[in-house]
């Protein structure tokens, strides 16, 4: 059963979740570059590219996840896929509240929105490949004409774009799928996708700003097609060791378990109100703090590693 995983998507999901790390790390930090955190609203930096990649990564499992509930009942799928996503946007809201209740007011976080393009998703999970290629550019269109009539204000007010800014999402999720599809049909075909992504990413920013606060067209063409380009990337590399599962692996493996947990443990080392231990953080103890954040989450998941590994022996 444990071979049955790509671990290209496994190495790319760990090595998104093990960014997210990083990135909102060092969001606090004094010394940090700009560049190394979020945009504040039109502009794309590197850390604007890791939650839309993610969302890509959820896309290329998708499609395959529900035809594999389906073997046990339509109803079956539908009702795990629901209160999956449900089961997300709740977690979400308890990390909203508990980051309000420690002073870091939020009306929305990234698995809110993710929670709500999953349920968005599942509607249309069942269409072909070209009708849900057609449903998100519909759907990504529909909500830039929407934010630029009337919808500005809210979105900006939100954080990921708030409930409104989910449409946006859904649609990038939404086209994952779509290109997931035609990745598993082949290299070639996935290298004219990619192509033709590029494409309409440059052309959207033409006509349409970058913005990840407003979860704009231009900023889900251009992470979608630089995300397919990254994982094309990591899918030729995992060829090195094709079976061989590694760090970015036991990451991937349980990415919802650890991106939860590091919130609470960087809690912890971010709580202290004290400058020097982290806002006005040196480089060097920065360095330190986030090489031992890194080090616990990575014990763990090496733990659960084991435990999936047995599991997996024990029912074989």
């Given at each position: 059963m444990g071979s049955q995983r790509n671990l290209a998507i496994d190495r790319f999901r760990g090595s998104l979740v093990i960014l997210m790390v990083i990135g909102d790390y060092l969001s606090g930090v004094a010394?940090?570059?700009?560049?190394?955190k979020h945009a504040p609203d039109v502009g794309f930096t590197i850390a604007d590219?890791?939650?839309?990649?993610?969302?890509?990564?959820?896309?290329?499992?998708?499609?395959?996840?529900?035809?594999?509930?389906?073997?046990?009942?339509?109803g079956a799928a539908y009702r795990y896929f629901g209160l999956r996503y449900l089961a997300i946007i709740g977690i979400g809201a308890i990390i909203a509240a508990g980051a309000n209740a420690v002073g870091q007011p939020t009306d929305w976080g990234v698995l809110q929105a993710i929670g709500v393009a999953g349920l968005i998703t599942l509607l249309v999970i069942r269409f072909p490949t070209?009708?849900?290629?057609?449903?998100?550019?519909?759907?990504?269109?529909?909500?830039?004409?929407?934010?630029?009539?009337?919808?500005?204000?809210?979105?900006?007010?939100?954080?990921?774009?708030?409930?409104?800014?989910?449409?946006?999402?859904?649609?990038?999720?939404?086209?994952?799928?779509?290109?997931?599809?035609?990745?598993?049909?082949?290299?070639?075909?996935?290298?004219?996708?990619?192509?033709?992504?590029?494409?309409?990413?440059?052309?959207?920013?033409?006509?349409?700003?970058?913005?990840?606060?407003?979860?704009?067209?231009?900023?889900i063409l251009i992470t979608l097609a630089l995300s397919a380009v990254v994982f094309l990337a990591i899918e030729a590399l995992s060829r090195i060791a094709p079976r061989r599962a590694g760090l970015l692996c036991w990451w991937g493996e349980n990415?919802?378990?650890?991106?939860?947990?590091?919130?609470?443990?960087?809690?912890?080392?971010?709580?202290?109100?004290?400058?020097?231990?982290?806002?006005?953080?040196?480089?060097?103890?920065?360095t330190l703090q986030l090489v031992v954040i890194l080090a616990m989450l990575s014990m763990v998941a090496w733990w659960m590693h084991l435990r999936r590994s047995r599991n997996h022996v024990k029912l074989d």
């Open positions: 010394f940090v570059p700009d560049y190394f590219t890791v939650a839309p990649a993610f969302v890509f990564v959820i896309g290329l499992n998708y499609g395959t996840s529900f035809a594999r509930r389906r073997t046990s009942g339509l070209w009708a849900r290629f057609l449903v998100g550019a519909l759907l990504l269109a529909a909500y830039q004409w929407l934010l630029d009539a009337f919808m500005l204000d809210t979105v900006l007010g939100s954080v990921h774009g708030g409930l409104f800014g989910s449409l946006s999402w859904a649609a990038l999720l939404i086209l994952s799928t779509a290109v997931a599809d035609v990745w598993r049909r082949g290299q070639l075909r996935y290298l004219i996708c990619i192509a033709l992504l590029i494409g309409a990413a440059a052309l959207s920013v033409v006509f349409v700003p970058v913005s990840k606060n407003r979860v704009s067209l231009s900023f990415a919802l378990l650890l991106y939860v947990l590091h919130l609470v443990v960087l809690g912890i080392f971010v709580s202290p109100p004290i400058s020097w231990w982290y806002v006005a953080a040196p480089v060097w103890l920065a």
